[in-house]
């Protein structure tokens, strides 16, 4: 990796860019110094579009990838993927089966279910209503991906669908159609003419390992799990893992 050219730096949002719900100076001024520098900088959440994240045009980004799969550069849209929707409503149905909190994370808007307060199973023709609503949502706001909470993902047997769902401790998020943040990553790398060997990321969870497998530099942060710490380059020792993580790369003094 060479620093005096340009690099495509890739930050996940949630606890890596945004912590305990704020974005420190810290980490606007280093993502600043960085791009002082001429380097690019591309939001790289497990978020969809909908999500609307507030801050966004505060901070320096010159492009953002959405739920593994909507690239933006400079502005503009310039590719897009949606779930299947047979796929979208084999998980609903499990969903509604195993009484979950379930989360469809759209183009332009989140729509969430709580089948985690029903008293008692679903009926077929519940299952069956709930579907053509979703089917008739699709319509006006396609889905990137799904999220369903809960603890015991890491055992319970889910669908088998071409969706990619990583489990977290407390959820478990379901990618479209074999997406994730890697495969996006090579994408956009492909439609800009970007050397991947020019690339860098920061994250802190296991919807971050796909990039930390493509980028030959991942930044993990201090509170990243040892699964994920184990394939950074390196790990964050302070609370302001961005900051201290683009001093360690671009060799500056703290």
Same mark, same amino acid.
């Given at each position: 990796?060479?620093?005096?050219?340009?690099?495509?730096?890739?930050?996940?949002?949630?606890?890596?860019?945004?912590?305990?719900?704020?974005?420190? !100076?810290?980490?606007?001024?280093?993502?600043?110094?960085?791009?002082?520098?001429?380097?690019?900088?591309?939001?790289?959440?497990?978020?969809?579009?909908?999500?609307?994240?507030?801050?966004?045009?505060?901070?320096?980004?010159?492009?953002?990838?959405?739920?593994?799969?909507?690239?933006?550069?400079?502005?503009?849209?310039?590719?897009?993927?949606?779930?299947?929707?047979?796929?979208?409503?084999?998980?609903?149905?499990?969903?509604?089966?195993?009484?979950?909190?379930?989360?469809?994370?759209?183009?332009?808007?989140?729509?969430?279910?709580?089948?985690?307060?029903?008293?008692?199973?679903?009926?077929?023709?519940?299952?069956?209503?709930?579907?053509?609503?979703?089917?008739?949502?699709?319509?006006?706001?396609?889905?990137?991906?799904?999220?369903?909470?809960?603890?015991?993902?890491?055992?319970?047997?889910?669908?088998?669908?071409?969706?990619?769902?990583?489990?977290?401790?407390?959820?478990?998020?379901?990618?479209?159609?074999?997406?994730?943040?890697?495969?996006?990553?090579?994408?956009?790398?492909?439609?800009?003419?970007?050397?991947?060997?020019?690339?860098?990321?920061?994250?802190?969870?296991?919807?971050?390992?796909?990039?930390?497998?493509?980028?030959?530099?991942?930044?993990?942060?201090?509170?990243?799990?040892?699964?994920?710490?184990?394939?950074?380059?390196? !790990? +964050?020792?302070?609370?302001?893992?961005? +900051?201290?993580?683009?001093?360690?790369?671009?060799?500056?003094?703290?």
């Amino acid at each position: 990796m060479n620093t005096s050219k340009p690099l495509y730096l890739f930050f996940d949002y949630d606890n890596t860019v945004r912590v305990n719900d704020a974005v420190s !100076q810290k980490t606007v001024d280093a993502m600043e110094y960085a791009r002082a520098l001429g380097h690019r900088l591309i939001l790289c959440t497990g978020r969809a579009r909908g999500s609307k994240i507030s801050d966004f045009s505060t901070l320096p980004w010159d492009g953002a990838i959405y739920g593994g799969a909507d690239i933006l550069y400079h502005g503009k849209l310039c590719e897009e993927h949606v779930a299947d929707l047979e796929d979208i409503l084999i998980w609903t149905a499990y969903s509604m089966r195993t009484h979950r909190f379930f989360i469809l994370e759209g183009q332009n808007e989140i729509v969430r279910y709580r089948f985690d307060k029903k008293l008692g199973a679903f009926t077929k023709q519940e299952i069956k209503e709930q579907c053509a609503e979703i089917c008739d949502i699709i319509k006006e706001n396609p889905i990137t991906k799904i999220s369903i909470l809960g603890t015991d993902f890491a055992t319970a047997e889910l669908p088998k669908t071409q969706m990619n769902p990583i489990v977290h401790p407390s959820y478990l998020e379901v990618f479209g159609n074999g997406r994730d943040k890697g495969v996006a990553i090579r994408r956009f790398c492909e439609l800009f003419d970007v050397d991947l060997a020019q690339c860098a990321c920061f994250g802190d969870s296991m919807n971050d390992y796909p990039m930390f497998a493509v980028c030959p530099i991942g930044i993990a942060m201090k509170w990243a799990p040892e699964e994920l710490a184990k394939t950074a380059t390196y !790990q +964050a020792q302070s609370d302001e893992g961005v +900051a201290e993580g683009i001093a360690w790369l671009l060799g500056q003094k703290e």
